[in-house]
């Protein structure tokens, strides 16, 4: 695991059944000073006039075989981001339903040891609104919002 100074990017290997696949967290700055988009999958690297550029390719579906190892350590970039960053919002979601719903699952497995450091919420969009709601493991949500306690 390698990590930007400020805590804001987290470069790690997937390491599994299709090999290495680089992956890449980023913490990313929204319009509103308080809340954090929590962006990540896949690096991609290209080149752009002669410059590299970095991606991240959130669409991936590795099916490396370490899925609970890469949420984790997932998990464990925004406790090492909200140490240092305790007044932000983090947002985050999956790019298909599916992925919302395996990070409710994730969420709900380990909601016990998570909420003693975050407080969680649900995002659910009606209407065009987003409301924010308290997790709950058997609703479905559109997003996720967490801040450290």
Known sequence: MVSSQDSTI????????????DKLI???E???PLIINLAFGDKKTSDKRGQ???????????KNGDRDLILSTVAWSVYEYTQSHTEKWIF???????????YRMAISKYYQELSKDFHIFGLVIVDGETIKTPFDSSTQF?????KRK
């Open 10 to 21: 987290f470069e790690f290997v997937s390491t599994g059944t299709k090999g290495n696949i």
């Open 26 to 28: 980023q913490f990313q």
């Open 30 to 32: 929204t319009d509103n």
């Open 52 to 62: 590299p550029n970095i991606e991240i390719d959130d669409f991936a579906v590795s």
């Open 92 to 102: 985050f979601a999956g790019t298909t339903p599916v992925k919302t719903r395996l």
């Open 142 to 146: 559109d997003g996720f919002i967490v």
